[in-house]
């Protein structure tokens, strides 16, 4: 159970271009998803939490209108990168607080496979 | 306010030879400790936790991990190395939960390196 996917697994874009990300709870239910970027042997950095229904909230000095999230249903949150850069290239990871009692408990983060974006 | 720090960006082992991997904390609240695994290219794969109760933790893959509150410790065990188990690994802390959900903060990640 809490398996996390994410669509597509790498892209290449031109500059300028827009990039969506979906992150998807296959087994469960997610009113709450999060949004992770890492740049290489680094940490992960939160950027958003995405919430179904309603606005994402975003840390602080994450660009809203930069990255675009959408949390359509239950099962799945999107991320869309607009107008990108190269510095945008990035390793960009979701994940979903498991549900009590089937899938861990809300106090574990499940994390999707990842999506590597490069930009040209 | 919580924190993590991994002492040591890279450790390297010897196969067969004892894994520790080190984790200091800091919180304002009773936290929630967490050991995640990440393989090149891949996502993040949790080890084990602590929430409560038993302060030492067994996860998959042979690994362990005891909470010592004392000393602000959760350090990550092995017995015995395996070349599989060459990866990123990340120690995190959740204390109280933001809209219903347990965000961890991450430390910097321990590179572990097995030698055959």
């Known amino acids: 159970g809490a398996v996390v996917s994410q669509h597509p697994s790498w892209v290449i874009c031109k500059s300028g271009t827009s990039v969506k990300i979906e992150c998807r709870s296959l087994?469960?239910?997610?009113?709450?998803m999060f949004w992770y970027r890492q740049f290489p042997k680094q940490s992960l950095m939160l950027m958003a939490t995405?919430?179904?229904?309603?606005?994402?909230?975003?840390e602080q000095g994450v660009e809203k209108d930069k990255f675009l999230i959408n949390h359509a249903s239950l099962t799945l949150s999107t991320l869309t990168v607009t107008s990108a850069h190269p510095e945008d290239s990035s390793f960009y990871i979701c994940?979903?607080?498991?549900?009590?009692?089937?899938?861990?408990?809300?106090?574990?983060?499940?994390f999707g496979p990842g999506t590597r974006l490069t930009v040209l | 306010a919580q924190s993590v720090t991994q002492l040591g960006s890279h450790v390297s082992v010897s196969e067969g030879a004892l894994v520790l991997l080190r984790c200091n904390y800091s919180s304002s609240v009773p936290p929630y400790l967490f050991w995640y695994v990440q393989y090149p290219n891949q996502g993040l794969q949790l080890l084990l936790k602590y929430t409560t109760g038993a302060t030492l933790v067994k996860g998959i893959n042979g690994f362990e991990a005891e909470f010592k509150k004392s000393e602000t410790s959760f350090h990550l065990t092995k017995p015995s190395a395996h070349m599989s188990d060459a990866a990123e690994y990340f120690c995190?802390?959740?204390?109280?939960?933001?809209?219903?959900?347990?965000?961890?903060?991450f430390g910097r990640g321990t590179s572990l390196i097995v030698h055959p």
């Open positions: 994940s979903a607080p498991g549900t009590y009692p089937a899938s861990g408990g809300t106090d574990t983060q499940y």
């Open positions: 087994d469960f239910q997610a009113t709450t």
């Open positions: 995190a802390v959740s204390g109280v939960p933001s809209g219903g959900s347990y965000i961890p903060t």
């Open positions: 995405s919430n179904e229904g309603s606005k994402a909230t975003y």
